[in-house]
């Protein structure tokens, strides 16, 4: 019987670690291969033979790992050299995995990843080597084509919904508001941001403008639109993207949020700092506050969905079997089969087409105003931010395990 | 049978709505006054009339305004003038707490809204008037004198020592690491930041330096820390207070955050904005990363803690019950009777001493090279983050009910 070995790879996310759990343990029932390694920081640290044995750590252990944020063995940002320019890292990795008797190699990661898998099932297929591939989706982005949605975003959404219901009263208490934005992640796609709409009190959506990278950003229209709110209701809650950008396609947060503190730096202060500050300059209000949310959205287990946490140990389990059968270069993606009930399925995709892609929010969710996510986008969210997780605690905070410390 | 009034006042909790229902709730078994009215805006609101009649809410709403983060009656930043210069303010709330038949003012805050309770119960006592004034503690900087705690400080902790340990997760996923800064709240008192001290992985506290407002910074000794300990370890989590200060104690963020934009504004990057840009600088590392916990501290309701919600609820409730005896110008404190088993018990301070005092940091319970916080602080804090409330849910979001929209 031989050998498997998982990695992560990319920026973390709080349901990356049960991806790994949902493998081991479906090794355990399915005993496809007697041991399953963990790749400490991803393809860079197996190339380093930086290898642990996962079927050897107590169940206690894998458990509390189970419900870790974040990359418990480690991730990098390594894309292998075209095969065309470099054959060696390619060999000396296949000489690693033989020396562990490795069969199947399992990523858990983006689209970088999943280039690493093409690329190294390529490899494999055409030097004749007997071993798998297989790709297990992960970011908080949801910007991978080929998935109804990404492990990891659910999470994000929650935490992203959840905050913005509470920072959202926090911004509500006196009689004179002001005006509050708050920063998402999501460089090139919106779903991030537009998630807010999940956030309601009294059955209302609690954003007033939510702008995504998908719809160019006028600063005229947007300060017409806040002051014209701010007239009407005396406070405005806004959500917005990193990634917003003008109608030339030019990232807001890199032409105008640039400043010079006095040592000469250079400061990107978030677009959220930048649209405070032509607020301010428009000069109808003095209270303007933003917040980032920054790297809690990617981490904060505290406030993870159990449905985002289930799917990603359903893919690390789904990605066992199909290298049981044999299958190479694909990876595993979730298919929406119901909204009500929610139901899902785990079918098998080429990894290099989901490489090379992009899947940007729709646009025909985007209402005509540009500042605003429609129903149906809503409709989309909801059932992936469902219930909550019964996290393990020790002293009073949530017990985290990982493998990389 | 007359009847009372609370209101809130000062910067949002997690907990301040909790106080009101402890009082409310209370009065619906003690029956002692008719009607509980709830002034919005707080005495602002109050001094418009904006008044509430709490009493025939239902239950179940008031259940869920129970476990609603920030100031669901509304809150307002109002001090009352001086007596002396001043009697006009004085006369209207009088007469429209008559109006109402309402011989008990309950006001939940600060140092401000102690002021507020000394100055109204004085002017009480002058003239006769028989109407008590009571004030409930209630503030995330947990800087008043004559109480162990203040109810609002518990869940920041919570959440602070919480998502302390998540980032630090998300901080040390590569083979090279950076350094991650976190900065608090705490103008004045280092309380809150002090706090991450209790996030701990495998026992061992995550943060490597803290740094307090009672403690004066020194910027070289900051660098050369920082620098040792990443050559050490490769990566460094650093923990501030907004409010550090130098040995002249001139506030960090003031002196030196400060840049201009291309329009001219001045920007105040914070605190963990400077040490970042400060420690690119010095040149040993590119990759440091800044985040502001911000407003997110005050009113995470999902990571609250259950014993900080039922001590602000307590509290509420033995307001009600000393005003049934006669008391007014005095605060309901929290006294720390055992700290293993934790037990705590309201005894009655007065308003005037709170409201002229500030409680900082004990300087014992900082290390000697004043970067770190020694055991008996963490003892202090850790039976302040027990237990989780049990929220209610709506589309998977928390369900919250405030009553000042």
Redesign the interface.
Known sequence: MSNCIIAQSGG?TAVINSSVVGLLNANKELKTFEKVYGGL?GI??ILNRNIIDLSSVSENEIDNFRF?????L????YKLKDLDSCSEEYESLIEILREYDITSFFYVGGNDSMDTIAKLSRYAKQNDIGISFIGIPKTIDNDLKFTDHTPGFGSAA?FI???A???Y???????NNGIFILETMGRDTGWLAASAC?????GKPIADFIYLPEAAFDKIKFLNDVRQRFEEQNKVYIIVSEGIRDKDGRFISEF?C??????G?V?L?GVS?YLR?II??AGFTTRV?A??L???Q??????A?DTDLTEAYNAGKMALQYASQGESGKMVSINRLSNEPYEVNYPLVNAEDVANNVKYFPIEWINKEGNFVTPEACSYF?PL???SPNLAF?????K?K?F??
Request: glycine residues 8%; proline residues 4%.
């Open positions: 973390p920081n860079e640290g870790t944020p974040s990359s418990g480690g991730s990098c940002r929650k919904g959840t905050t219901l509470e920072t009263l926090d911004a509500s208490v006196y009689i999940i956030a309601k009190l009294d105008d640039v400043s010079q503190d006095k040592f730096h400061q202060g700092e500050r301010l300059d506050k917040l980032q920054g790297v809690l990617r981490c904060a287990m505290h406030c969905s909801e931010i469902k219930d020790e002293r009073n905070l949530p985290y990982v990389n410390q």
